[in-house]
């Protein structure tokens, strides 16, 4: 069974679409993040999600915006996409309490293109 | 914030010691942890370090120094699927415990 699971794992679109990309984790963790992996291959958080509090990363667009529609999934938005939107879009999921490290366990990657 | 810096690159020779340094700098630490990630597939966790000292896992050890806000991962007896980046990473303060990664360094071992 995949442990984080995101979809699609590739994404080809022209500038000014709009598109989701999904992510689901099965491991009961109580936090999932987005990052954004560039050229340069950076790993850049973009969104951290607990059933608690969203916390955005102050320089990404708001053009992007993580839904959650319950603790397993945490689903990232994008509007209006623009070319340097390409990028690899990773999901993870972490367990944050006494005894756990905390360690963050990685979907496989979305690589979105804008033409 | 934090500001992490570790090597660009580095090369190796098959069956050799490397060690990737890492100077972090943050305004309070949760520890620090060590990724591994190959061309075109996720990051995978290697190391959490918290207390200073060596931690060793195998052919791959990390030693943390919090006064000096310094880490390094050594990996011995090199092989050549080691070829990698190894991402070092620090979880903020303030309560959002979220990992704030280095740039990476890319290890390329030869034979």
């Known amino acids: 069974d995949t442990a984080v699971s995101q979809t699609p794992k590739y994404l080809v679109t022209q500038m000014g679409n709009d598109k989701s990309i999904k992510c689901e984790q099965n491991l009961g963790h109580d936090t999932m993040y987005w990052y954004k992996q560039d050229s340069k291959k950076f790993l850049k958080i973009m969104f951290s999600y607990n059933n608690k509090e969203l916390i955005i990363n102050e320089t990404v667009p708001n053009r992007f915006s993580p839904k959650s529609p319950d603790k397993a999934h945490l689903n990232l938005h994008i509007n209006s996409l623009e070319l340097g939107d390409s990028a690899v879009y990773f999901c993870?999921?972490?367990?944050?309490?006494?005894?756990?490290?905390?360690?963050?366990?990685f979907g496989e990657g979305s690589r979105l293109t804008v033409l | 914030g934090q500001n992490i810096d570790q090597p660009t690159e580095m090369t190796a020779t098959e069956g050799a010691i490397v060690q990737i340094n890492c100077t972090y700098q943050?305004?309070?630490?949760?520890?620090l942890f060590w990724y591994q990630q190959h061309a075109g597939e996720a990051p995978t966790f290697l190391s959490y370090?918290?207390?200073?000292g060596l931690e060793e896992k195998g052919r791959f050890s990390s030693f943390l120094s919090r006064s000096k806000g310094y880490s390094y991962l050594l990996l011995k007896e090199l092989q050549m699927k080691d070829s990698a980046s190894y991402l070092c990473?620090?979880?903020?303060?303030?309560?959002?415990?979220?990992?704030?990664f280095g740039r990476g360094t890319s290890l390329i071992v030869h034979p």
């Open positions: 370090n918290v207390l200073d």
């Open positions: 993870a999921s972490s367990h944050r309490g006494q005894g756990t490290t905390g360690e963050l366990f």
């Open positions: 943050t305004s309070g630490f949760n520890g």
């Open positions: 990473a620090v979880p903020s303060s303030g309560g959002s415990y979220i990992p704030t």
